[in-house]
């Protein structure tokens, strides 16, 4: 097992390092220039072309990768070209925003959408099944940002139980913190409630017409106990795949979320930087992305073993 | 390290990421009168020398001061600068500091500083640079006055030293403004009425500024940018939306005080609310344009651009950027109208019937083929690219072969650089605006230029309107000045190096139990009380 997890730690050196040169080279590629950002309206090309030899843009593509990548394997994610600040204290600001939007989101998304997933399997056909099947419809189909404005008007301007925007850290309390994150999670747990939901009972579908599910039913165990402690268990691969493969779509969809929420998080400070050329930033966020998401494939293919013993590594 | 021992870390760290960094509490901040402000755009840069972003300038504008500013009269007054003088042979200014000035670290603010500042300043700014040119020596007397001995007289002297929009001359600490000038500041100590936190910056959300209890407001009352710059809340929170619904619910919901750019589409909503007072407090708006290519055919033919002036109908232009005619207005003018620079000479032909026969006479004669005309746009950029879609309509009315490329904003700058033929990534024409105290006089009206390669992007090549403006610069009657501006509206009608669109404001939003804001091209946050 530990010899497996370290094959796999390996195995991500390279497959981030593709990364990283993928990334270079799509900005490289990219039409835009932060340096005619940077110089305004007001400047001229000659201007404009000061500013990029300063900020080592007129080099070629290998020496520009080659300072960068040396400098990120000594993890320096370099300086954000416009604010002058390190891209790993800009990321180090924005991690608790958007950790907390993801927790919550992931815990609303699992609590509410494996229950409603299991109930659908179990009354399949029914008309608790149809409601289950409608709201998964309706959760996929929704945009996030319509949900929000929806959600802001409701809860925020009408009703003014929830703020409408922003973000306060634990230190300013539980509530204000959780105040913040309750609105945004819905709204971007919404699409993940209604993938694992689907998912969930079409595995639980499977599971229920298994022998050993009957047999357990013919033994006199209790629904609850037929439904929770067999069919829940064995049908949990496929779910923990699609909320680790869900962890993926929930890094896009922050984006839209906090900015519509006025979140500081990640996934805003990635889109202003994509928008302003800012590259150092860009090319750290995607590296911390990917190597997230290698680790989350990683404890998802470990966490196989836990519902599975059959599985072995 | 055991596995409790790792998981306490891990619990440790996660705390520590939920909890944020060692700033002032929500509660903390709550004890003080604080002004929450949704700012035009976000704060990226501290140097409002080495960027010319307007949202730069303003934050320049709270952190430091100016020797001298422009009041709504447009007169030049002393800021930083107590007296001055100038010789009789008008070759030299003595200027004498105000008593009390000190720096957001206790120094003194010094001769020495002020020198750096507008040396630096000036290798960035166009003003400058022209005072640069007729600057001898700047010169050090003592602790608290310095002179300017100029190599002949110049009448903008003072004007260069007031300038209000990008590059502001303002005043930094001499080692801070000793930085070369495109090198970026990362500093922020000024001697401005408040001080910016900046442990407590996150670029992309929030700003903080403290009131600076150091600084010795003047006298006056405040004007735009002179005057007692009089600091009433004990803190100043900049809380960048950058979704306008968003934004307009939380000034709704009284999260933020004060909103200062609101989107036309969403003045009614606000205006609903009788907590909300919507105003427009810009008494010069901005000015959108269009702008040709000079390089390549088919502009750079005069009558292909003379063409479009009529076809272009202001009232058009106007309603697509404001959406009401309350917010947006015809300026026929290549100086900003409101300014004493308005000029109506020739305005006829933005103002007079729409002739698009003409148009398509003028076309013709300047031969036009049928070839390809690239018009950029940016759909992040609302101003933009409505005036984009505008364009892109009149042009195929009068049967030209239009291509609109709607990027977003940074792609455009980044094109509108490209100097190659548009089979070579270039372009013909792009639209933007300007806002109305960058467009005041000759001086900094760049899109009138026609220097060439130097000049901004679309490249004219215009001795007389160099000629004029350089006769401008050597006018010493406020008449003759005048004069010369009329001229060169005059030859600009015929050689036509933008077309003015439409004259606009941006209307400000906040809370009622907010008063005190100034009328002013700048959103200035002194003199702004919240009870």
């Not at chain 2, 030049?76 to 009390?100: A, E, I």
């Amino acid at each position: 097992m530990l010899g497996y997890i370290l094959r796999r730690l390996l195995a991500t050196i390279p497959v981030i390092g593709m990364v990283a040169l993928f990334v270079f080279s799509l900005l490289y590629l990219t039409p835009g220039d932060p340096a005619a950002v940077i110089a305004g309206d007001i400047a001229t090309v000659e201007d404009i072309e000061r500013i990029r030899q300063k900020l080592g843009l007129d080099q070629p593509f290998l020496t520009r990768f080659w300072v960068w990548a040396s400098a990120v394997l000594q993890g320096d994610l370099g300086i954000s070209i416009f604010t002058n600040l390190p891209v790993t204290q800009l990321i180090g600001q924005r991690v608790g925003p958007t950790l907390s939007l993801a927790l919550c989101t992931l815990i609303v998304a699992v609590a509410v959408a494996v229950p409603l997933g299991v109930v659908g399997a179990w009354k399949a056909g029914k008309l608790v099944d149809r409601l289950v099947m409608l709201f998964s419809v309706a959760g996929f189909s929704m945009p996030v940002f319509v949900l929000a404005y929806v959600l802001i008007y409701l809860f925020a301007i009408d009703l003014d139980w929830l703020p409408v925007q922003g973000y306060a850290p634990l230190r300013d309390g539980f509530w204000p913190w959780l105040s913040h994150l309750i609105l945004p999670s819905i709204a971007l747990g919404t699409i993940y409630i209604a993938l694992i939901a689907r998912i969930t009972r079409a595995a639980m579908l499977e599971v229920l017409a298994q022998d050993y599910v009957r047999t357990a039913h013919a033994k006199g165990l209790a629904p609850s106990a037929v439904l929770l402690g067999h069919a829940l268990k064995n049908a949990a691969v496929p779910i923990v795949t699609v909320i680790g493969i869900g962890i993926a779509l929930l890094i896009s969809g922050v984006v839209v979320t906090e900015s519509v929420f006025a979140i500081p998080g990640i996934g805003r400070l990635t889109v202003d930087a994509i928008l302003r050329r800012d590259y150092p930033i860009i090319q750290g966020v995607i590296l911390l992305f990917s190597s997230i998401y290698v680790l989350v494939n990683l404890a998802v293919d470990l966490s196989y073993r836990f519902f599975d013993p059959r599985i072995q590594y | 390290m055991s596995a409790m021992r790792r998981g306490a870390l891990a619990a440790l760290w996660l705390v520590s990421m939920l909890a944020g960094g060692g700033t002032l509490s929500a509660s903390a901040a709550a004890q003080q009168k604080t002004l929450k402000f949704v700012p035009e755009a976000d704060l990226r840069s501290l140097d409002p020398i080495w960027t010319t972003a307007y949202i730069t300038r303003n934050y320049g504008y709270m952190v430091y001061d100016t020797l001298f500013a422009v009041n709504e009269k447009f007169e030049v007054q002393p800021q930083m600068v107590d007296k001055w003088s100038l010789s009789d042979d008008k070759l030299t200014y003595t200027f004498v500091l105000r008593d009390g000035l000190k720096w957001h670290d206790g120094q003194p603010v010094r001769p020495a500083d002020c020198i750096a500042s507008i040396e630096r300043w000036a290798k960035r700014d166009a003003l400058g640079q022209k005072l640069a040119d007729l600057t001898q020596a700047w010169t050090p007397v003592d602790d608290k006055s310095f002179t300017l001995r100029l190599k002949k007289p110049f009448s903008l002297t003072l004007d260069a030293l007031a300038k209000p929009s990008s590059n502001v001359p303002f005043i930094m600490p001499e080692r801070v403004a000793k930085t070369d000038a495109f090198t970026q500041i990362t500093e922020s100590i000024g001697s401005g009425p408040f001080k910016m936190v900046k442990e407590e910056w996150v670029p992309g959300n929030k700003v903080v500024f403290v009131k600076n209890t150091d600084y010795v407001p003047r006298k006056e009352a405040p004007s735009w940018a002179s005057g007692g710059k009089t600091v009433k809340v004990d803190r100043v929170e900049w809380v960048y939306i950058p979704d306008s619904a968003t934004a307009a619910a939380a000034l709704n919901a009284g999260e933020v005080d004060w909103w200062q750019m609101v989107p036309p589409d969403l003045v009614p909503l606000l205006a609903k609310n009788k907590d909300i007072k919507v105003e427009n407090t810009d008494p010069l708006g901005s000015i959108g344009l269009i702008r040709f290519n000079q390089l390549h055919p088919p502009f750079n033919n005069a009558k292909m651009r003379q063409a479009l002036l009529y076809l272009v109908n202001q009232q058009d232009y106007a309603l697509a950027i404001a959406g009401d005619a309350k917010q947006g207005k015809p300026c026929p003018s290549f100086f900003t109208c409101g300014s004493p620079a308005e000029s109506r000479v020739g305005s006829e032909l933005l103002t007079g019937k729409r002739d698009l026969a003409k148009a398509k006479q003028l076309i013709q004669e300047a031969g036009y083929k049928g070839e390809k005309i690239v018009v950029l746009s940016a759909t992040d950029q609302p101003i933009v690219h409505s005036q984009g879609l505008v364009t892109t309509e009149l042009l195929k009315s009068a049967g030209l072969n239009v291509e609109l490329a709607a990027n977003d904003w940074g792609t455009l700058i980044n094109r509108r650089a490209v100097k190659e033929p548009i089979e070579k990534g270039g372009w013909n024409i792009f639209h933007t605006w300007l806002v109305g105290p960058d467009m005041t006089n000759p001086a900094i009206n760049y899109p009138m230029r026609g220097v060439g390669d130097k000049s901004w992007f679309g490249w004219p090549t215009d001795p007389r309107m160099e000629e004029l403006r350089n006769a401008w610069f050597d006018a010493t009657e406020p008449g003759q000045q005048k004069q010369l501006i009329d001229e060169m509206q005059k030859h600009a009608w015929e050689t036509v190096p933008f077309i003015p669109t439409a004259q606009f404001v941006i209307p400000t939003a906040y809370r009622a139990n907010v008063s005190g804001l100034l009328i002013s091209p700048v959103a200035f946050l002194w003199n702004v009380e919240k009870k």
